[in-house]
């Protein structure tokens, strides 16, 4: 049987359950939101797709009728019951009662065989920026991830040189995947309501990567760069060899009194380039 937001609503008020605010628990309530979500995930056959904070399953369900595997972390036990009933008949999903923050990813995909590997999400909001952190520092072989988030958080990730969300985030997140807005999702989908509108943004794993030679080098420097954000790259990069820094802002007409925000994320790959001995 599948289950509908109205029924998914009908068993937690059955169960008693009482949403947690502690854990970013704002629920989709709107079937169309789901549908749209799982269209534009465009989940190719013979995948295993990884939800964190499946909640009381209303995505889980949809994504189980296409993907081979689902596997969920869930840092809510409470919600085993609802999830058991919604997933009933489901053979193909695996929840992971855990912190998603504190577990072995790598290791739990092993038993599993597929094509492509998908994270689809509507995600814990207090803790979107490290769970995007962890799937990239952990190496998780990820070919598309889709997740609904905090509209201002969203727009940071996609955010373009000489915008005022661009940020070393932005770069960081854009040297390993093309980063877009899919759709608008307004607060009122959700339950209960949160005080901020959302976004659901698809990182597509890139296909050329940037050639950096000391990608350590190069994440301290954007870091460094941006460090305070009004100030010139001369004022922010003082302990760094600031000629050859020049050297490579002034084959695209900059120089140091430039801000970070303004610069591409290619323009720092060169300057870090220039950087190694
Ligand atoms: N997927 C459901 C939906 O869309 O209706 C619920 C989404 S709700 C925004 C976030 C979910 O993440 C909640 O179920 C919450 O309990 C879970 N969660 C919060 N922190 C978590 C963590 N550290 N690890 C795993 N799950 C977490």
Do not use: W
């Amino acid at each position: 049987m599948e289950y509908s937001p109205k029924k998914i609503y009908n068993l937690l008020e059955q169960n008693g359950f009482h949403l947690k605010k502690m854990y970013g628990q704002n629920f989709i309530m709107d079937e169309n939101v789901i549908h749209a979500i799982i269209r534009s995930s465009d989940i190719k056959e013979n995948s295993l797709v990884i939800e964190i904070g499946p909640g009381a399953g209303s995505l889980t369900n949809k994504l189980a009728n296409i993907a081979s595997h689902v596997l969920c972390y869930e840092i809510d036990n409470t919600l085993t019951s609802v999830l058991d009933k919604v997933l009933d008949g489901y053979h193909n999903v695996d929840i992971i009662y855990q912190d998603f923050l504190k577990s072995n990813v790598l290791n739990d995909i092993k038993r599993y065989s597929y094509e492509h590997l998908y994270v689809v999400a509507n995600l814990p909001y207090y803790i979107t920026t490290p769970i995007i952190m962890k799937l990239i520092e952990d190496k998780i072989p990820v070919d598309k991830i889709v997740v609904m988030v905090q509209k201002e958080v969203g727009n940071r990730f996609k955010a373009k040189p000489g915008t005022k969300d661009y940020n070393s985030l932005s770069i960081f997140l854009q040297y390993y995947f093309d980063v877009v807005k899919l759709m608008d999702v307004s607060k009122n989908v959700f339950l209960p309501k949160p005080n901020v509108d959302s976004i659901v943004v698809a990182f597509e794993r890139k296909k050329n990567k940037l050639e950096v030679k000391n990608e350590k080098l190069f994440f301290q420097l954007v870091k460094d760069s941006f460090v305070q954000k009004r100030k010139t790259l001369r004022n922010n990069l003082k302990n760094y060899d600031l000629n050859k820094i020049e050297e490579i802002l002034k084959k695209y007409e900059y120089d140091l009194s430039v801000r970070a925000e303004a610069l591409p994320i290619e323009i720092f790959v060169e300057v870090a380039n220039n950087l190694v001995n």
